[in-house]
Nanobody, 117 residues
Framework: QVQLQESGPDLVKPSQTLSLTCTVS??????????WNWIRQPPGKGLEWMGY???????SSSPSLKSHTSISRDTSKNQFSLQLSSVTPEDTALYYC?????????WGQGTQVTVSS
């Protein structure tokens, strides 16, 4: 069974960089055709796709977040990470990592991140 788990801080100060890591088990992040996503949900709002890193290391990000978003990976640890720079309170959200593996959507449990002084 594929499992994903987010890790990182639960509180970040405005203007700092939010760094989150997703640890994957049960599937390799280098398996052909898989894309490993970051998705978030601000309080009271819908899901917002942020970006992904594909099995070959290529990346894509939401146009509205592209200038502040970087996605990377560590294949030796089967992990991928999100860096969101210059955060504001508007970036407070529940952050998920997610992927489709053999036609099934998998989600991490989500990690709540609050941006506040």
């Amino acid at each position: 069974q594929v499992q994903l788990q987010e890790s990182g801080p639960d509180l970040v100060k405005p203007s700092q960089t939010l760094s989150l890591t997703c640890t994957v088990s049960g599937a390799s992040i280098t398996t052909n055709n898989n894309a490993w996503n970051w998705i978030r949900q601000p309080p009271g709002k819908g899901l917002e796709w942020m970006g992904y890193i594909r099995y070959d290391g290529s990346t894509s990000s939401s146009p509205s977040l592209k200038s502040h978003t970087s996605i990377s990976r560590d294949t030796s640890k089967n992990q991928f990470s999100l860096q969101l720079s210059s955060v504001t309170p508007e970036d407070t959200a529940l952050y998920y990592c997610s992927a489709i593996v053999t036609l099934v959507r998998y989600w991490g449990q989500g990690t709540q991140v609050t941006v506040s002084s």
